[in-house]
């Protein structure tokens, strides 16, 4: 694609381009979203339609869908597949969204990929995501990829990245996130997120949930699609310093990299999705499985899952921020040691903060901020929801800001934690 005449001459002018031109979740919020597959369908359609051919897994839920994604696709990386990976959003640069073999697609390739579709975006005014949906597509047919895993952008049914046909989906589990969107009920979020099941392709369940299971139930059906609740079947525990499950009538011991217990979950439907892969005729080792989920940071370059960031006071990062995110980050650290918790805690303003905001500890000191986006609820006013909650701290300016003033007031046995939205995360200097 070389020989396209790109009006950008630089990777940030492409990225700017992005970032001011086309609707960004991150920034609008819910005016950005535009459920319908119309849009991807014109723009692939344009290009050649370059998502066919290639074979998928396809992730979607509420939480654990990033993590469950990127331990996916360092197994089938190291199984020796050429293997992307789309994800979203990113942390630090728009590259991480898009990889081949863990490696972030390059800036050059960005500006050309974005050039071949400028007509077609300035006709139809698709959304940001809509058009890195097709960027991914594009690279990965440009890399000829063995395998892709396709992480859900929000909901599944007319998610831009449903225009696939997988080799198997997973879905992690479901939870009060976009029920703005979604909702107003989980049964309806669930409904969404099952829009991503296909005709007789299986789809695998992470986490039984009593409540939701007959949507599952039901759409499983309806396609004529092989359902497994991997929680049904496979459960990690925890022996000495690892974590052990079954598999294929053996035992299976791991240090797993990404080491918050909530991972247990997400380990359970990985691993019953390799085992579908496996009988689909991928050769996928026993030594691959655990080596993708003994080094899945290491292989994909995934950050911000109980990210160990210093020792003495230890300081962790994590990017759960929905009522369900925060009890898993909650529960990680009933299992730490520490005599006080500093929390540099922010949010969103388009999503009730209370409900969060009830879940945590009244013993910690909190350092509340905002992050550098649009939707990024003051820290003024956060601090001053939290205090009629009895939550005890200051509000800072920026996120470094606060994370500095937490680093400065704690001690060495205590532990500081940077969470609450994963744009408070992407602003941690070092990540």
Not at 170 to 194: M, R, S
Not at 251 to 258: D, E, G, N
Request: glycine residues 8%.
């Amino acid at each position: 694609m070389s020989e396209i005449k790109s009006p950008f001459t630089t990777f940030n002018q492409a990225v700017e381009y992005l970032y001011t031109r086309l609707p960004l979740f991150q920034n609008q919020g819910p005016s950005a979203y535009k459920p319908d597959l119309g849009n991807i369908r014109v723009l692939l359609s344009a290009l050649g339609d370059p998502h066919v051919g290639i074979r998928y897994v396809h992730v979607g839920g509420t939480n654990g869908k990033g993590s469950s994604s990127h331990m996916l696709a360092a197994i089938l990386q190291y199984a020796g597949y050429k293997t992307g990976l789309y994800t979203s959003p990113h942390l630090k640069s728009f590259t991480e969204r898009i990889r081949v073999n863990g490696v972030p697609i390059p800036e050059q390739d960005v500006v050309e990929l974005l050039s071949a579709s400028l007509d077609t975006i300035d006709s139809i005014q698709p959304s940001f995501f809509e058009v890195t949906t097709t960027m991914a597509f594009q690279y990965f047919q440009r890399r000829k990829v063995d395998v892709a895993v396709i992480e859900v952008g929000l909901g599944g049914r007319l998610d831009a990245t449903n225009i696939i046909t997988p080799v198997v989906s997973l879905i992690t589990n479901i939870g009060h996130d976009h029920l703005d969107l979604l909702g107003p009920g989980l049964e309806q979020v669930a409904f969404e997120k099952a829009g991503i099941i296909k005709k007789k392709v299986p789809v695998v369940i992470s986490e039984r949930q009593q409540d939701l299971e007959k949507v599952f139930i039901a759409k499983a059906q309806n396609e004529n699609a092989e359902l497994i609740f991997a929680s049904d079947h496979l459960e990690v525990s925890e022996e000495e310093d690892r974590w052990v499950f079954p598999y294929e009538e053996k035992k299976i011991m791991v240090q797993p990299q990404l080491r918050g217990s909530y991972q247990k979950k997400n380990i359970a439907g990985v691993v019953r999705v390799v085992e579908i892969l496996r009988k689909k005729g991928f050769v996928v080792s026993d030594e691959a499985l655990i080596a993708g989920i003994e080094n899945t940071s290491l292989l994909t370059g995934l950050k911000g899952r109980w990210q160990v960031l210093q020792l003495n006071p230890k300081v962790i990062c994590d990017t759960g921020h929905n009522p369900e995110g925060i009890q898993q980050i909650l529960e990680q650290l009933s299992r730490e040691q520490y005599r006080q918790l500093h929390w540099v805690f922010g949010v969103v303003g388009d999503k009730p903060a209370e409900k969060v905001l009830k879940l945590l500890p009244s013993t910690a000191k909190y350092y509340f901020c905002a992050a550098r986006i649009p939707r990024a609820m003051p820290a003024e006013r956060l601090s001053t929801e939290a205090a009629s909650l009895g939550l005890k701290g200051e509000a800072y300016a920026d996120v470094q800001t606060a994370l500095v003033a937490a680093r400065k007031s704690a001690s060495a046995d205590d532990l500081i934690l940077v969470g609450g939205s994963t744009y408070v995360v992407a602003e941690v200097e070092g990540l």
